[in-house]
Nanobody, 123 residues
Framework: VQLQAFGGGFVQAGGSLRLSCAAS????????MSWFRQAPGKEREFVAE????????AYVDSVKGRFTISRDTFKSTVYLQMNSLKPEDTGVYYC?????????????????WGQGTQVTVSS
């Protein structure tokens, strides 16, 4: 399984970015796909998840109403649309895949990880 994340960049507060994660190597119909982020000096933090089969989503409270996770099953790609960005959203964003349809926010429960993409939000 390979996950390739891209789309990060530098943006001013209030701006938007869309991250993409291209997944390959197997059928993901029973997988949960998630985005995590890690700020300097902090632990990796769950951001959002989507059930590949049902499309059901979940978010950490700090991004609800601003971020939207989605998946395109034909392109095997997961997206994270980030609006109204804040400086505290700065970090390296990772996509991850878990071979289970049950929800989990624990990084150690994920089987595959992308390489990460940097998001920097200036104030």
């Amino acid at each position: 399984v390979q996950l390739q994340a891209f789309g990060g960049g530098f943006v001013q507060a209030g701006g938007s970015l869309r991250l993409s994660c291209a997944a390959s190597g197997r059928t993901f119909s029973r997988y949960t796909m998630s985005w995590f982020r890690q700020a300097p000096g902090k632990e990796r933090e769950f951001v959002a998840e989507v059930n590949w089969y049902s499309g059901i989503t979940a978010y950490v409270d700090s991004v609800k109403g601003r971020f939207t996770i989605s998946r395109d099953t034909f392109k095997s790609t997961v997206y994270l649309q980030m609006n109204s960005l804040k400086p505290e959203d700065t970090g390296v964003y990772y996509c991850a895949a878990r071979s289970s349809s049950t929800t989990s926010r624990a990084p150690e429960s994920y089987d595959y990880w992308g390489q990460g993409t940097q998001v920097t939000v200036s104030s």
